[in-house]
């Protein structure tokens, strides 16, 4: 997957798979870990581009613990002081490409969505799993990012973020298509976001594709709960 920063904002372009790594153990990042230089320059937005492709490239092929910022810099073929103007480790790198990635996801998602009408809980938790199932399939960095290195402060609190705009979408969507009360709470969405999100992670755990065994018992427990949380409690 190419990247570009465009006004501020990283943008995937295109995938790509192949790469080899050096193995090292995996860190956590501090709370004061944040980009060190935003980019203004052409060169310098082409060159923080390349550095997330080039991770994004060793991730998929060798998996994050293989990634080390030579390997990711003798990737994207620029000089380690050169990947240090513009990220402190390869965990700063992750958070960059994983903020992406997540970005590029919810467009599609958004955009997806826009289009359907839903005719039942059962349709609409099938269409979400689906979406995110290809999604994940054909990005298979994002999947090993996502599900394995969610461990920053910085993407935590991007998990969050995400997973409450996709609460409020679900709601939304579901309450505008009559299958839900309105009134049902923000809370109980969020929750039903993330039981979704771990039956996607154990369906694609150590694997590049879906169970899909673990998809339908999945789907069938989500339609349960957003059934018993179609109404309001009294």
Not at 41 to 50: D, K, N
Request: proline share 4%.
């Amino acid at each position: 997957m190419r990247f570009v920063l465009q006004y501020g904002e990283v943008r995937p372009l295109s995938s790509s798979s192949s790469g080899a790594g050096e193995t090292i153990a995996p860190k956590r990042v501090s709370n004061t870990t944040r980009q060190r230089r935003e980019p203004v320059q052409v060169r310098s937005r082409e060159t923080v581009g390349r550095i997330l492709e080039a991770a994004a490239e060793l991730i998929e092929a060798e998996g994050l613990d293989a990634v080390t910022t030579r390997a990711i810099a003798e990737r994207a073929g620029v000089s380690a002081p050169s990947l240090y103007r513009f990220f402190a480790d390869r965990e700063e790198i992750f958070d960059r490409l994983l903020s992406a990635q997540l970005a590029e996801l919810d467009r599609h998602a958004e955009a997806t969505e826009a289009t359907w009408e839903i005719a039942s809980i059962r349709d609409f938790v099938s269409r979400e799993l689906e979406l995110h199932v290809a999604y994940y399939e054909k990005h298979p960095s994002f999947v090993r990012l996502w599900f394995g290195g969610r461990v920053s402060p910085t993407v935590v609190a991007e998990v969050h973020r995400r997973n409450r705009a996709l609460a409020l979408r679900a709601r939304s969507t579901l309450a505008a298509s009559g299958l839900v009360d309105p009134s049902v709470s923000e809370s109980a969405f969020v929750l039903l976001v993330e039981l979704g999100d771990r039956v996607l992670d154990l369906a694609f755990r150590d694997r590049p594709h879906a169970d899909h065994e673990v998809i339908e018992h999945g789907r069938d427990a989500l339609c349960s709960y957003v059934e018993r949380i179609s109404t309001p409690s009294a």
